[in-house]
């Protein structure tokens, strides 16, 4: 079993709706929660950061921890074609940032 | 400047050659990291300095030899590399070892491959 498991997809849901995106986590050890967007033959560009139970919202984006479940959440609102990328869970246990497998996302116009 | 610039953005070698992978960040940033992503994969952790000095190997070959000649450089020395090590190579900065309250911030990467 993976330390962080996060379903590859692929995802493509129409522009403008609410994106959805969920990892799962079996140590209780992480602390720091991040989400990455990466596209393709880019490197991972940092999207949120937290480090606590409950929500942090950035324009579009809103991060949802839950330690107790040991989930993590991203949400997108109103969706944009340039959103469509791989989106990467990641968290930190002793200075080591651990990823998720990524989900890829497409908007279709 | 919120940037970690890696050189070069792409470089071919043979499997005798000798070369080096360049990582620089001007944050003040007291810990950097080495990653390797193949295709569709997430990045996987190679090393990790913290304070200039190497914290964290993933029992990584010696084929790869990390340096860290100061705070604000990182090179990855490559050697006698496989053809499966062609992959895309990821330098990362972070305040500390935790990510401190910004987390970690990546470069664009070196698209290797070894031919």
């Known amino acids: ?109 | 400047d919120t940037e970690v610039t890696q050189t070069p953005k792409h470089l071919v070698m043979g499997m005798t050659n000798k070369k080096s992978l360049k990582c620089e960040q001007h944050m003040g940033h007291r810990a950097m990291y080495w990653y390797k992503q193949k295709a569709k994969k997430p990045p996987e952790l190679m090393f990790v300095y913290s304070y200039e000095k190497l914290s964290i190997n993933e029992s990584v070959p010696s084929r790869f030899s990390p340096e860290c000649p100061n705070s604000s450089l990182l090179n990855l020395h490559l050697h006698a590399l496989q053809p499966e090590d062609s992959a895309l190579y990821l330098c990362a900065s972070s305040h500390e070892g935790t990510g401190g309250n910004y987390g970690y911030t990546f470069g664009s990467g070196t698209r290797l491959t070894v031919v």
């Open chain 1, 1 to 109: 079993q993976k330390e962080v498991e996060q379903d590859p997809g692929p995802l493509s849901v129409p522009e403008g709706a609410i994106v959805s995106l969920n990892c799962t986590y079996s140590n209780s050890a992480f602390q720091y929660f991040m989400w990455y967007r990466q596209y393709s033959r880019k490197g991972p560009e940092l999207l949120m950061y937290t480090y606590s139970s409950g929500n942090k919202e950035d324009g579009r984006f809103t991060a949802q921890v839950d330690k107790s479940s040991k989930y993590i959440s991203l949400f997108i609102r109103d969706s944009q074609p340039s959103d469509s990328a791989t989106y990467l869970c990641a968290m930190i246990r002793a200075q080591k940032l651990v990823f998720g497998q990524g989900t890829r996302l497409t908007i279709n116009p």
